[in-house]
T-cell receptor, first 116, second 112 residues
Framework: AQKVTQAQTEISVVEKEDVTLDCVYE???????LFWYKQPPSGELVFLIR??????QNEISGRYSWNFQKSTSSFNFTITASQVVDSAVYFC?????????????FGQGTRLTINP | DGGITQSPKYLFRKEGQNVTLSCEQN?????MYWYRQDPGQGLRLIYY???????QKGDIAEGYSVSREKKESFPLTVTSAQKNPTAFYLC???????????FGPGTRLLVL
């Protein structure tokens, strides 16, 4: 069975603090993708990053960075110097290859609030 | 501007009524998907379509139906058999089955 766990339901920090959102996944597949999406109050999901199971290099994009560790089945997301505009619900998702199609399995999300 | 549009933004359903949610994309994507989101929860897959005239059930297809007659369009019908339809519905599309899914703005369905 495929499963994604985001144990942090809500996080609240003060602006400019660094914050890490945890994501732990379960899968028996050897080939899969991991994703992070952002859902602002408007509701639309915004794609942030995709990682395949063979690429464990960490990635940095501006204030965002991702740490993929296959040994612990984790794909954590860090925001450096957080800003109020980062306030949103963040979802981690897993996409195993099932019958030739991509089916995203989402975690329950972490609601991040950045206070001025 | 390329993107995914969903309409309406809000939809109200009466008991026993079927309602249809629209999803259109002009990204020339082959694959399209419908997800349901309940408050405080992640998204769950209802149906997906890899190509025109083909679609597959997702994890929670009961009480829903879809069609894919055109590449650009993937409407979702919430039938009267869906006993708890109140939720936020999101449509997504991707170039191919292994590519990143991009989402529309969503439709919020409420029961009167």
């Amino acid at each position: 069975a495929q499963k994604v766990t985001q144990a942090q339901t809500e996080i609240s920090v003060v602006e400019k603090e660094d914050v890490t959102l945890d994501c732990v996944y379960e899968t028996r597949d050897t080939t899969y993708y991991l994703f992070w999406y952002k859902q602002p109050p408007s509701g639309e999901l915004v794609f942030l990053i995709r990682r395949n199971s063979f690429d464990e290099q960490n990635e940095i994009s501006g204030r965002y960075s991702w740490n993929f560790q296959k040994s612990t089945s984790s794909f954590n997301f860090t925001i450096t110097a957080s800003q109020v505009v980062d306030s949103a619900v963040y979802f981690c998702a897993l996409s195993p290859l099932i019958q030739g199609a991509q089916k995203l399995v989402f975690g329950q999300g972490t609601r991040l609030t950045i206070n001025p | 501007d390329g993107g995914i549009t969903q309409s309406p933004k809000y939809l109200f359903r009466k008991e026993g009524q079927n309602v249809t949610l629209s999803c259109e994309q002009n990204l020339n994507h082959d694959a399209m998907y419908w997800y349901r989101q309940d408050p405080g929860q992640g998204l769950r897959l209802i149906y997906y379509s890899q190509i025109v005239n083909d679609f597959q059930k997702g994890d929670i297809a009961e009480g829903y139906s879809v069609s894919r007659e055109k590449k650009e369009s993937f409407p979702l019908t919430v039938t009267s058999a869906q006993k708890n339809p109140t939720a936020f519905y999101l449509c997504a599309s991707s170039i191919g089955v292994w590519e990143t899914q991009y989402f529309g703005p969503g439709t919020r369905l409420l029961v009167l």
